[in-house]
């Protein structure tokens, strides 16, 4: 019988997990030399303490941090428009 290949390859992400590394998002971006951010979520999650974390963290490192939180569930290439033209 023959042996079937069993291993395999699997990149992921960089995942940061634990307290307080929501205000570490500041110095992650500098590191990769950001400018401008834009913060992508939904309405109810915007009203969420760890977004103005977040934007304020971004902010203390000089960064432009902007806000857009008219994503939805299931999103339409007009939403995915809306986006874009946001960003610009």
């Known amino acids: 019988m023959p042996?079937?290949?069993t291993a395999f390859t699997m990149d992921t992400s960089s995942i940061k997990y634990g307290?307080?590394?929501t205000r570490e998002i500041g110095s992650d971006m500098a590191n990769l030399v950001c400018k401008r951010v834009m913060v992508v979520?939904?309405?109810r999650v915007a009203k969420l303490e760890p977004v103005a974390v977040?934007?304020?963290a971004l902010r203390a490192e000089g960064?432009?941090?902007v806000l857009y939180d008219q994503t939805r569930v299931e999103p339409t290439d007009q939403s995915f428009k809306q986006a874009?033209?946001?960003a610009k």
């Open 54 to 56: 977040v934007l304020e």
């Open 63 to 65: 960064m432009d941090a």
């Open 3 to 5: 042996q079937l290949e």
């Open 19 to 21: 307290p307080g590394v």
């Open 41 to 43: 979520t939904d309405p």
């Open 84 to 86: 874009i033209d946001f």
